[in-house]
T-cell receptor, first 114, second 113 residues
Framework: GAGVSQSPRYKVAKRGQDVALRCDPI?????LFWYQQALGQGPEFLTY????????KSGLPSDRFFAERPEGSVSTLKIQRTQQEDSAVYLC????????????FGDGTRLSIL | QQQVKQSPQSLIVQKGGISIINCAYE??????FPWYQQFPGKGPALLIA?????SEKKEGRFTISFNKSAKQFSLHIMDSQPGDSATYFC????????????FGKGTKLSVKP
């Protein structure tokens, strides 16, 4: 597609449920990033993939958060046993791996935990 | 510790005026400084970016000024338009555009007609 696509756009879950958020990067982009954006704040880094390899997961807030990109294209961010503080917009960005090519962001998934 | 500090939190400018947003950073290892624009319900979109070996970069109405010794950089929007009303984020990273971006808290800009 023309841009980074994220689904669903909105997700409501009850506390304790597991959720899965999907990111379709721009075709051919080898780098993929996940960020979390709380209301009224800037995005915060969660994790980074180069192709299928997860090279940096230092931003994942707890072991309830898990991300994968098994074939080096689509990525899924999974949150287990959701808590209210997980409510945020989850943004995915992709990029080519060369030079100063910027990270292109999707429109995010707004997650609300009740 | 907030690695990238952004000010002001909000800004109101008249149409045709100059909007100025400032950022300061702590980590001298940062080597890439982008500015992103975000509209409600949308993801951030890159406006302009700069490397620390350049003191100024201009693209259309948008200019980044960079002061390496002061560890500060700013975004200037010339001839501000109502369509520029959005939230602006500065960011910084190590490893160029492939590094994880550390964002400021954002500036909500309103341009009055």
């Amino acid at each position: 597609g023309a841009g980074v696509s994220q689904s669903p756009r909105y997700k409501v879950a009850k506390r304790g449920q597991d959720v899965a958020l999907r990111c379709d990067p721009i075709s051919g982009h080898v780098s993929l990033f996940w960020y979390q954006q709380a209301l009224g704040q800037g995005p915060e880094f969660l994790t980074y993939f180069q192709n299928e390899a997860q090279l940096d997961k230092s931003g994942l807030p707890s072991d309830r958060f898990f991300a994968e990109r098994p074939e080096g294209s689509v990525s899924t961010l999974k949150i287990q046993r959701t808590q209210q503080e997980d409510s945020a917009v989850y943004l995915c960005a992709s990029s080519t791996a060369d030079g100063d090519q910027p990270q292109h962001f999707g429109d995010g998934t707004r997650l609300s935990i009740l | 510790q907030q690695q990238v500090k952004q000010s002001p939190q909000s800004l109101i400018v008249q149409k045709g005026g100059i909007s100025i947003i400032n950022c300061a950073y702590e980590n001298t290892a940062f080597d890439y400084f982008p500015w992103y624009q975000q509209f409600p319900g949308k993801g951030p979109a890159l406006l302009i970016a700069i490397r620390p070996d350049v003191s100024e970069k201009k693209e259309g109405r948008f200019t980044i000024s960079f002061n390496k010794s002061a560890k500060q950089f700013s975004l200037h929007i010339m001839d501000s338009q109502p369509g520029d009303s959005a939230t602006y984020f500065c960011a910084a990273s190590k490893g160029g555009s492939q590094g994880n971006l550390i964002f400021g808290k954002g500036t909500k800009l309103s341009v009055k007609p």
